[in-house]
Nanobody
Framework: QVQLVESGGGLVQAGGSLRLSCAASGSIFSGYAMAWYRQTPGKQRELVAAITRFATPTYAEPVKGRFTISRDNVKDTVYLQMTSLKPEDTGVYYC?????????????WGQGTQVTVSS
């Protein structure tokens, strides 16, 4: 069982930056692949970025070159550094964990953190 707690969301102007954090507890963090999703009203939750157990990242096309996912296996935390933010990046961002080498489907979810990008 893994508990995930996101933080770092907020209101930012277009072109600004935010760093989201997701602190994990309850199990061996290094044994999990991690990911960030986002959801906006009326849309399905979409995968934004994922990172393998061995810290290899992958990104959705809309965020490539602007977002960076990373993990700290000492602090049991995964991060999402977001730069050059756009209004369409607005949404609730969720952290997810899967007991696997490569992320494919969430076993556990955090409660979400709101990101709002104003134009």
């Amino acid at each position: 069982q893994v508990q995930l707690v996101e933080s770092g969301g907020g209101l930012v102007q277009a072109g600004g930056s935010l760093r989201l954090s997701c602190a994990a507890s309850g199990s061996i963090f290094s044994g999990y692949a991690m990911a960030w999703y986002r959801q906006t009203p009326g849309k399905q939750r979409e995968l934004v970025a994922a990172i393998t157990r061995f810290a290899t990242p992958t990104y959705a096309e809309p965020v490539k070159g602007r977002f960076t996912i990373s993990r700290d296996n000492v602090k049991d935390t995964v991060y999402l550094q977001m730069t050059s933010l756009k209004p369409e990046d607005t949404g609730v961002y969720y952290c997810a964990a899967e007991r696997s080498v490569v992320f494919s489907k969430a076993d556990y979810w955090g409660q979400g953190t709101q990101v709002t990008v104003s134009s």
